[in-house]
């Protein structure tokens, strides 16, 4: 399970890097945008679509890293008066939830890339297929992150770094 955990946290890792990195140049595209169009009086027509799809990146790919970390959003006021087995159980739950979400994501943004696969990008010249594929690729980290979560939990490892309470305690 140490094994598993070390590459799931490096797949978390270069997740939360591309986001950042995502996040970077959606905000350098959209100064290209806005100084050509103020400064230049010439507007690009690439940069609102290409920043929007990057969007899509970063926001699937560090709720995914969210949901390994624990910091998703939840509702969790009953789980401080309820026994440590309560809590852990509520938890699983919550995973097996959030799983069957990650199937539904790729299952769908599968079939929305599938049936704009043959749709053309008119300001980049791709396919539009690639809207899509973020929510695929969250779906399936998603999935990943919280299948080790519940095994996690399973083995009796700790998970406080994961947004829970150690078991030990």
């Known amino acids: ?5 070390k ?3 490096r797949i978390a890792r270069i997740s939360l890097w591309l986001s950042g990195a995502g996040l ?3 905000t350098a595209f959209i100064t290209i945008q806005v100084f ?14 290409a920043s929007v799809m990057l969007m899509g990146w970063f926001i699937f790919l560090g709720a995914a890293v969210g949901i390994r970390e624990g910091y998703h959003l939840s509702f969790d006021v009953l789980l401080y008066v309820l026994p440590q087995r309560v809590k852990l159980a509520f938890y699983s739950v919550s995973d097996a939830v959030v799983v069957a979400f990650g199937g539904g994501m790729i299952w769908f943004g599968s079939q929305l890339a599938e049936k704009t696969a043959a749709n053309k990008l008119p300001s980049l010249g791709i396919s539009g297929a690639f809207d899509f594929l973020p929510l695929v690729a969250g779906g399936i980290l998603i999935i990943l ?3 080790e979560r519940l095994a996690r939990r399973a ?14 305690e």
Not at 1 to 5: E, G, K, P, S
């Open 1 to 5: 399970m140490t094994r598993v955990a």
């Open 155 to 168: 083995a009796g490892m700790p998970t406080a770094r994961f947004g829970e309470v150690d078991p030990q």
């Open 36 to 49: 050509f169009r103020y400064l230049l009086n010439d507007s690009q027509s690439w940069t609102e679509p």
């Open 145 to 147: 992150f919280s299948l």
């Open 24 to 26: 970077v140049l959606m």
């Open 7 to 9: 590459v799931t946290g």
